[in-house]
Every structure is written in structure tokens, then in C-alpha cells.
């Protein structure tokens, strides 16, 4: 029997073999019906086959045709990215605005070639990695033609300074790929982002995305040597270096640019060891409110625990089956040097004196295995559906969810939580059915905490899109009266843009715009992200 190829899926990340079967949805459709108290039916997948779209509106050269696509599929699918309201459009068969052209370039001489045919014709140019920007940071803007370069050809890695710890990197490569190009020397990136198994390196450093880090190092900024970048006016390499105080920095305008200056093509970043020692344990905390304290006091140690992460009573039990009422620290240590039992051990006696009860099944300490030892229940139960999420379980049950995240000062936090529950909890109340919002701290610094929320309810089907805006709405101007950061590790996009304004200072904005106008003079690259 013939297999048929994989293809990107239409409604959820990553390929058409990530998408979950009729049985895993019908199990989702009872787990929401339990959790609302009525009963909730998956509908049928529709068939790829009955898309249909607008007729591509521009004529690829005959040079380029190896190289891009205009079927109908390649179209669609690279017309969404991965927040949860664009996947169920693509499962409904929405695509009202897909690209004309999906370019596939192999190599930079590729992306030379489809940049300078853009930027001479004046296509609306959207550089795409995995596609799991939840901010529509890959969404086709308003244009009267458009093209889609997908970077996924500049997969691998092409040096290794053993030296340094260091590695140059092509941008299109996913976080699986670079992992298992780096294994066989005993390296390892360690940057574990939520849509680990579908993002790129490009797109990581593209909206400053945050990985596996809950302290220490966190940003993809941390990890970063150099940059090579190609904008429309000619290529910008950054010198490789541990550090340079030599004025501003290019890599600091690279980083977070969200395809608008240029198309990263590579990157040098930081490698390590993989690690050997590690060292873990669980704890509970009577509320969210000790358990914060705990975290502060603990991170301002300076012993750079691998993994802080605080969820509150209802992400607890959400996600690592807690009882509803306790707040869940996890913590971990590792290190590919120097065994980790010590910092676990202190870092326990601290949670104990500062209210935590330390779970009997959850201490485990490896000191002599690369391989991950067995977590307590919590941990793993958390761990599991932390990484990969299957976005698509969801659809068409009239399920309504979203995250926002967001960097608040510890000073201010207490309050700031506060805010955003009234706010957001009115939004809720008034818009869905059965609501929950919960929180986690995705990361801890030494002056604040990253909280991360998460809401879902039941609304009307049909009307999620618009039920979902009001809530974004509510959450986002929350966020930005409370004097938080509209994005932590999301990115900007065009969802987030209005936030990005407000807290970014006019005359900063002014100085980026006159960069895009000498990098990207015709206005060409992801036109409706910053400009």
C-alpha cells in the first residue's frame, strides 16, 4: 500500500502524523464533557481535500518553480500559525487569506535568490520556521500578493568548537534535528521551549523565545554568539564573541525582530556537556501567595536551580493532578561537571523552613546515568503535559483556551496577580461557561517572575473566535495597566502589537523604524509586525 507523504498538518503543529486520532479526540470530548457537566461531541475531521482557496495571484519565475509551491495544501497550511483560534479555523476549512507562493529553499543561495525576486516585484515576504507562533506572527498580512519562504532546507549543524562549547547552526533546523545533530559529539543545546518537537532555531531567536531554563540562563539571548541575517539590502553577520561592550549591539536587533529586518540564516550558539548529575524534588504550599515568597527567596541565592517552576492550586491540578487546594513547586538541578545533591539538599531545608512540605516519592538524585531518573508523580504528570501539547484534541468541542505570559518585579507581584484574576475573571464569567484561569511561573530572576496563565472554558460553537477575543482583550489590557510586559517569551506578532506600543518609548520606536526603512527599504518583510 502506498503511504500518502507527510505533509504540514492543517489544524494542528507540526505534520499530518502529529495530528491526534478520531480516539484520542472522542477521549478529549469526555474529559470536557466531565469537566462541565454536559456532554460535548468531537465532529468528523474534514477532508483536505475539499479546500478551497483564491487562485495564487502571482506567476512564480521559471528559475524559482524547483523551489516553491502553489497547491492548494502547501498554501493553506502555511497560512496559519499555531494559536489555538487559527488551528480551528484550518479545521473548520478557513483560510481566507493564504499566500500566493510557498518558496522552499534549500540553502542560502535559495534565499538569495527568492528574497531579491520579492523584494524586486514587491511581495509581501513572510519568513516561516515551525509555525507555532500563537501571536499570528507568521499570518499573511493584507497584501496584493504574497509569499511565504519556509526555512526548513537550512537544517543542519555545520560546525562544532569543542574548545568553546559552541556550535554554528543553520536557522531552519527543528529543536529534535539540532539535538540529534549535536548528540553524537556529547553536546546538547538544552533550549526546551513548550513547542520543542515543531519551532527552529530561526524562529527562536526571531521572538526571543525562552526554553528549558526556570532560572540562569532562560531567553534564546543567552545562548547567542553571532548572527547572519539577509535583508533586502544585503547581508549582516555578526563578529563571533563571548561578549563585546563595542557600542549597541547587532544581535540585539536580530534578536526579537520577528522577520521584519531580514531571513536568519544561521546563528553561533552556546553549547554544553550533556548533563550527568541531576537532582529533584517536589513540594507543597498551603497557597500561591508562600509559595512566591519561597521562590524569591530561593532564586536570589544564586544557586540557579535548572527548573523553579510554581504552579498554583488549579494549574496544579490541571496538570499534575494536585488536589485543588495546594500551590506545586518543582525543582530540579543538573550539570554535566559537578554533582547536584548538595544545591537539592539545601535548597530543600529552605522550602521547609519557608512553609513547603517536600514530597516523600519526589526526592531522586542521578549521579552517574545520562539518562533522566524517574520523577515523583507530580513532576512527571506536569513534565508530560508540558512538552508537545496537542493543540488540536480541542477542536470543534466549543472549547474555548489561551494563554497569556508576562515579567513583573517582585514588589509589584502580589498586586499585579491580583489584577489580572478580577479582570480576567470577569471576561470569563461573562463569556464562557464552567472557566478556569491558573498560573505558573514559566521563570524566575533574581528581580521578578515570569507567571504564565492559562484559561478555558465552554462557549458557544461557532462563536469561539469572537467569544476568545474579548478574553485576550480583557487579559492584554490587564497586563499592560498593571505595568507587566505584554510578552515574556511569545513574542510580539500582530496580536500583541497594540501592548508593544505601549510599552515601548516613542522615540525608541522612531530609531526601528528608520533601521527597517535602510534594511527593508521596500517595506517588503512581514508587513503588520512593529511597522
Same mark, same amino acid.
Given at each position: 500500500?502506498?503511504?500518502?507523504?507527510?505533509?504540514?498538518?492543517?489544524? +494542528?503543529?507540526?505534520t499530518?502524523?502529529?495530528?491526534?486520532?478520531?480516539? =484520542?479526540?472522542? =477521549?478529549?470530548?469526555?474529559?470536557?464533557?466531565?469537566?462541565?457537566?454536559?456532554e460535548?461531541?468531537?465532529?468528523?475531521?474534514?477532508?483536505?481535500?475539499?479546500?478551497?482557496l483564491?487562485?495564487?495571484?502571482?506567476? /512564480?519565475?521559471?528559475?524559482?518553480?524547483?523551489?516553491?509551491r502553489?497547491?492548494?495544501?502547501?498554501?493553506?497550511?502555511?497560512?496559519?500559525?499555531?494559536h489555538?483560534?487559527?488551528?480551528? @479555523?484550518?479545521?473548520?476549512?478557513?483560510?481566507?487569506?493564504?499566500?500566493?507562493? *510557498?518558496? @522552499?529553499?534549500?540553502?542560502?543561495?535559495?534565499?538569495?535568490?527568492?528574497?531579491?525576486?520579492?523584494? !524586486?516585484?514587491?511581495?509581501?515576504? *513572510?519568513?516561516?520556521?515551525?509555525?507555532?507562533?500563537?501571536?499570528?506572527?507568521?499570518?499573511?498580512?493584507?497584501?496584493?500578493?504574497?509569499?511565504?519562504?519556509?526555512?526548513?532546507?537550512?537544517n543542519?549543524?555545520?560546525?562544532?568548537?569543542?574548545?568553546?562549547?559552541?556550535?554554528?547552526? @543553520?536557522?531552519?533546523?527543528?529543536?529534535?534535528?539540532?539535538?540529534?545533530?549535536?548528540?553524537?559529539?556529547?553536546?546538547?543545546?538544552?533550549?526546551?521551549? @513548550?513547542?520543542?518537537?515543531?519551532?527552529?532555531?530561526?524562529?527562536?531567536i526571531?521572538?526571543?523565545?525562552?526554553?528549558?531554563?526556570?532560572?540562569?540562563?532562560?531567553?534564546?539571548?543567552?545562548?547567542?554568539?553571532?548572527?547572519?541575517?539577509?535583508?533586502?539590502?544585503?547581508?549582516?553577520?555578526?563578529?563571533?564573541?563571548? %561578549?563585546?561592550?563595542?557600542?549597541?549591539?547587532?544581535?540585539?536587533?536580530?534578536?526579537?525582530?520577528?522577520?521584519?529586518?531580514?531571513?536568519?540564516?544561521?546563528?553561533?550558539?552556546?553549547?554544553?556537556?550533556?548533563?550527568?548529575?541531576?537532582?529533584?524534588?517536589?513540594?507543597?504550599f498551603d497557597?500561591?501567595?508562600?509559595?512566591?515568597?519561597?521562590?524569591?527567596?530561593? *532564586?536570589?541565592?544564586?544557586?540557579?536551580?535548572?527548573?523553579?517552576?510554581?504552579?498554583?492550586?488549579?494549574?496544579?491540578?490541571?496538570?499534575?493532578?494536585?488536589?485543588? *487546594?495546594?500551590?506545586? $513547586?518543582?525543582?530540579?538541578?543538573?550539570?554535566?561537571?559537578?554533582?547536584?545533591?548538595?544545591?537539592?539538599?539545601? /535548597?530543600?531545608?529552605?522550602?521547609?523552613?519557608l512553609?513547603? +512540605?517536600?514530597?516523600? !516519592?519526589?526526592?531522586?538524585?542521578?549521579?552517574?546515568?545520562?539518562?533522566?531518573?524517574e !520523577?515523583?508523580?507530580?513532576?512527571?504528570?506536569?513534565?508530560?503535559?508540558?512538552?508537545?501539547?496537542?493543540v488540536?484534541?480541542?477542536?470543534?468541542? %466549543?472549547?474555548?483556551?489561551?494563554?497569556?505570559?508576562?515579567?513583573?518585579?517582585?514588589?509589584?507581584?502580589?498586586? &499585579?496577580?491580583?489584577?489580572?484574576?478580577?479582570?480576567?475573571?470577569?471576561?470569563?464569567?461573562s463569556? $464562557?461557561?464552567?472557566?478556569?484561569l491558573?498560573?505558573? &511561573?514559566?521563570?524566575?530572576?533574581?528581580?521578578?517572575?515570569?507567571?504564565?496563565?492559562?484559561?478555558?472554558? $465552554?462557549?458557544?460553537?461557532?462563536?469561539?473566535?469572537?467569544?476568545? =477575543?474579548?478574553?485576550?482583550?480583557?487579559?492584554?489590557?490587564a497586563?499592560?495597566?498593571?505595568g507587566?510586559?505584554?510578552?515574556?517569551?511569545?513574542?510580539?506578532?500582530?496580536?500583541?502589537?497594540?501592548?508593544?506600543?505601549?510599552?515601548?518609548?516613542?522615540?525608541?520606536?522612531?530609531?526601528?523604524?528608520?533601521?527597517?526603512?535602510?534594511?527593508?527599504?521596500?517595506?517588503?518583510?512581514?508587513?503588520?509586525?512593529?511597522f
Amino acid at each position: 500500500m502506498t503511504r500518502e507523504p507527510i505533509r504540514k498538518s492543517l489544524w +494542528t503543529w507540526g505534520t499530518t502524523e502529529n495530528e491526534p486520532t478520531d480516539e =484520542q479526540r472522542r =477521549q478529549a470530548a469526555e474529559a470536557v464533557s466531565a469537566m462541565v457537566g454536559a456532554e460535548v461531541t468531537a465532529p468528523p475531521v474534514p477532508s483536505p481535500d475539499s479546500i478551497e482557496l483564491r487562485a495564487p495571484r502571482v506567476v /512564480v519565475p521559471e528559475r524559482l518553480r524547483s523551489i516553491c509551491r502553489t497547491d492548494n495544501h502547501s498554501r493553506a497550511a502555511y497560512s496559519i500559525g499555531g494559536h489555538p483560534m487559527e488551528l480551528l @479555523q484550518g479545521f473548520r476549512g478557513e483560510f481566507a487569506n493564504p499566500p500566493d507562493v *510557498v518558496a @522552499q529553499p534549500r540553502g542560502e543561495d535559495d534565499v538569495e535568490r527568492i528574497l531579491e525576486w520579492c523584494a !524586486d516585484e514587491g511581495h509581501a515576504t *513572510v519568513p516561516y520556521g515551525g509555525g507555532t507562533s500563537v501571536v499570528h506572527g507568521v499570518t499573511p498580512p493584507d497584501s496584493d500578493s504574497i509569499v511565504t519562504i519556509v526555512m526548513g532546507g537550512l537544517n543542519r549543524v555545520l560546525e562544532i568548537d569543542e574548545t568553546s562549547r559552541a556550535a554554528r547552526i @543553520q536557522a531552519g533546523v527543528s529543536g529534535p534535528d539540532l539535538e540529534d545533530q549535536l548528540r553524537p559529539s556529547g553536546h546538547t543545546m538544552r533550549f526546551f521551549p @513548550q513547542s520543542f518537537p515543531w519551532s527552529t532555531l530561526g524562529g527562536w531567536i526571531a521572538t526571543r523565545a525562552g526554553g528549558h531554563y526556570a532560572t540562569g540562563p532562560t531567553h534564546i539571548d543567552d545562548f547567542i554568539e553571532s548572527t547572519r541575517m539577509l535583508t533586502p539590502s544585503g547581508w549582516m553577520e555578526s563578529r563571533r564573541l563571548p %561578549g563585546s561592550g563595542a557600542g549597541p549591539s547587532p544581535d540585539r536587533l536580530v534578536l526579537g525582530s520577528e522577520g521584519t529586518l531580514g531571513l536568519i540564516t544561521e546563528a553561533w550558539v552556546r553549547i554544553q556537556k550533556r548533563p550527568v548529575f541531576r537532582a529533584k524534588a517536589s513540594a507543597e504550599f498551603d497557597s500561591m501567595e508562600i509559595a512566591a515568597d519561597a521562590v524569591r527567596r530561593i *532564586v536570589q541565592t544564586k544557586l540557579w536551580p535548572s527548573n523553579l517552576r510554581l504552579l498554583d492550586p488549579v494549574e496544579a491540578q490541571k496538570a499534575a493532578g494536585g488536589d485543588g *487546594v495546594h500551590a506545586l $513547586l518543582i525543582i530540579a538541578f543538573e550539570s554535566s561537571e559537578v554533582p547536584q545533591g548538595h544545591n537539592l539538599r539545601t /535548597v530543600i531545608e529552605m522550602v521547609e523552613r519557608l512553609g513547603g +512540605t517536600i514530597a516523600s !516519592d519526589s526526592v531522586k538524585v542521578t549521579d552517574e546515568s545520562d539518562a533522566i531518573s524517574e !520523577d515523583g508523580a507530580a513532576a512527571a504528570a506536569w513534565r508530560k503535559s508540558f512538552t508537545g501539547v496537542n493543540v488540536g484534541l480541542i477542536h470543534g468541542l %466549543g472549547f474555548v483556551t489561551d494563554t497569556f505570559e508576562t515579567a513583573i518585579t517582585w514588589d509589584r507581584w502580589p498586586d &499585579f496577580d491580583a489584577h489580572i484574576r478580577a479582570k480576567v475573571g470577569r471576561a470569563l464569567d461573562s463569556t $464562557l461557561t464552567a472557566s478556569w484561569l491558573s498560573c505558573r &511561573f514559566a521563570y524566575s530572576y533574581l528581580d521578578g517572575p515570569a507567571p504564565y496563565y492559562t484559561f478555558a472554558g $465552554l462557549g458557544t460553537t461557532g462563536g469561539e473566535v469572537e467569544q476568545w =477575543q474579548i478574553i485576550k482583550a480583557a487579559a492584554s489590557q490587564a497586563v499592560i495597566e498593571a505595568g507587566g510586559t505584554i510578552t515574556h517569551h511569545h513574542g510580539v506578532g500582530r496580536l500583541h502589537r497594540e501592548g508593544w506600543e505601549a510599552q515601548s518609548p516613542e522615540l525608541f520606536r522612531a530609531g526601528l523604524t528608520a533601521v527597517k526603512n535602510r534594511l527593508d527599504p521596500g517595506g517588503i518583510l512581514n508587513p503588520g509586525v512593529f511597522f
